[in-house]
């Protein structure tokens, strides 16, 4: 709403069309068949955040970059996730430092600092706590199967004992009654 009135109005809306089409596109891919563009879809995503920073008035352009790093991040496997998060973070500073140079004439650079790096802080904060929960629910995942296999080991491994415990009893009857009868 606040870009309305603006010159780059339209490129915007065509910037933001295109790049939530990706993003919906990347995700629903099958992911056999989102191997074939893995870097691709996230990091044009990515990149479209750049203008889109530079171009909007309203202020709010780190959202779009927290939700093209989310969006990356969660589909992508643990060692593309912290490079789609560092690419996240990379495009939020290149777009939001031009937008910075940009306003430079017009406000109060203190201002511009200070929101440059409140916001960039906030950014990076957002990008790190999503690697991080991914990273720990993948752990998660991980430790449920390895306590599943534990599990389903030592289920075998009592009936194996009742099986050697029945022989057991079964040979010393076998030595001790049988040769007795």
Request: net charge positive.
């Given at each position: 709403?606040?870009?309305?009135?603006?010159?780059?109005?339209?490129?915007?809306?065509w910037?933001?069309?295109?790049?939530?089409?990706?993003m919906?596109?990347?995700?629903?891919?099958?992911?056999?068949?989102?191997?074939i563009t893995?870097p691709?879809?996230?990091?044009?995503?990515?990149?479209?955040?750049?203008?889109?920073?530079?171009l909007?008035?309203?202020?709010?352009?780190?959202?779009?970059?927290?939700?093209?790093?989310?969006?990356?991040?969660?589909?992508?496997?643990?060692?593309?996730?912290?490079?789609?998060?560092?690419?996240?973070?990379?495009?939020?500073?290149?777009?939001?430092?031009?937008?910075t140079?940009?306003?430079?004439?017009?406000d109060?650079?203190?201002?511009?600092?200070?929101?440059?790096?409140?916001?960039?802080?906030?950014?990076?904060l957002?990008?790190?706590?999503?690697?991080t929960?991914?990273?720990?629910?993948?752990?998660?995942?991980?430790?449920?199967?390895?306590?599943?296999?534990?599990?389903?080991?030592?289920?075998k491994?009592?009936?194996?004992?009742?099986?050697?415990e029945?022989?057991?009893?079964?040979?010393?009857?076998?030595?001790?009654?049988?040769h007795?009868?």
């Open positions: 709403v606040e870009n309305a009135g603006t010159a780059a109005f339209k490129t915007l809306l910037l933001l069309t295109i790049s939530y089409l990706i919906f596109l990347y995700n629903m891919l099958p992911e056999k068949k989102r191997l893995e691709l879809l996230p990091m044009l995503q990515l990149i479209l955040c750049i203008p889109i920073q530079y909007d008035v309203s202020g709010d352009n780190l959202f779009l970059s927290i939700i093209a790093g989310f969006s990356a991040i969660n589909q992508a496997r643990l060692p593309q996730a912290k490079v789609y998060g560092v690419g996240a973070l990379g495009t939020y500073l290149l777009g939001s430092t031009a937008r140079i940009f306003l430079y004439q017009n109060e650079m203190s201002d511009l600092v200070r929101y440059f790096f409140v916001n960039t802080i906030v950014v990076l957002a990008l790190l706590a999503f690697y929960l991914k990273k720990q629910m993948i752990t998660s995942i991980r430790l449920e199967s390895a306590l599943r296999t534990v599990n389903e080991q030592s289920e491994l009592k009936s194996l004992a009742v099986v050697e029945r022989n057991r009893i079964a040979a010393e009857m076998h030595d001790t009654v049988g007795t009868l």
